[in-house]
């Protein structure tokens, strides 16, 4: 790999830009005119409608709260969780920038530095990740809470890898500078 560095400059989610990477939720759509498979009601008061079908391949899913504070810009590691979808959504007004990005197609347990987007999500919207999905966050514009939908077994396995050293049975975490990338960071 010959670049110096690799400047990733943040994107609006929208469904159509997250759709390699995931679900999108919180899209803009007129509740009152859903399509019926959105499950969705509409009256003065209240608008509600059908998002995603969260999937944790059959593990205990999990809500957690989460609070960010790395303002970037670089970037040192990604994640990936190998059997349950993941949903991150911030609840302060804060935005976060996510950062995601695809396995290289020769080696699943390493990221392609050519497949990576960052998104800016803002407060109201929020991003559910197939699983297998790199990522990372961070929060430029002061620590940002959000809401995060896992499954549990991925949390309790990620805590203890992260607490005591022991294997990732359920997720992969990599160091970019051992992969050899150049520095990872968000533009401007
Ligand atoms: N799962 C978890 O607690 N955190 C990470 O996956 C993350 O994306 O922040």
């Not at 979808?85 to 530095?113: C, F, K, M, W, Y």
Request: hydrophobic residues 40%; contains cysteine.
């Amino acid at each position: 790999m010959t670049r110096e560095t690799i400047a990733l400059t943040p994107q609006p989610p929208t469904a159509e830009a997250f759709a390699p990477y995931g679900t999108m939720l919180g899209r803009a759509i007129d509740f009152a005119d859903a399509p019926p498979e959105r499950l969705s009601w509409h009256e003065p008061a209240t608008d509600f409608r059908h998002e995603h079908d969260f999937d944790t391949a059959g593990g205990v899913p999990e809500f957690i709260w989460v609070r960010y504070r790395n303002p970037g810009p670089e970037i040192a590691r990604l994640e990936m969780h190998l059997f349950t979808e993941q949903a991150v959504v911030p609840l302060t007004g804060a935005p976060i920038i996510h950062i995601v990005g695809r396995s290289l197609a020769d080696n699943p347990d390493q990221p392609d530095p050519d497949s990576l987007t960052a998104f800016c999500v803002p407060a109201g919207t929020g991003l559910c990740m197939a699983p297998g999905i790199w990522h990372a966050s961070l929060a430029p514009n002061g620590e940002a809470i959000c809401l995060m939908l896992t499954r549990r077994s991925t949390q309790e396995d990620l805590v203890g890898h992260l607490m005591h050293g022991s294997d990732a049975r359920e997720s992969r975490i990599v160091t970019l500078a051992d992969l050899g990338w150049p520095t990872l960071r968000i533009a401007g």
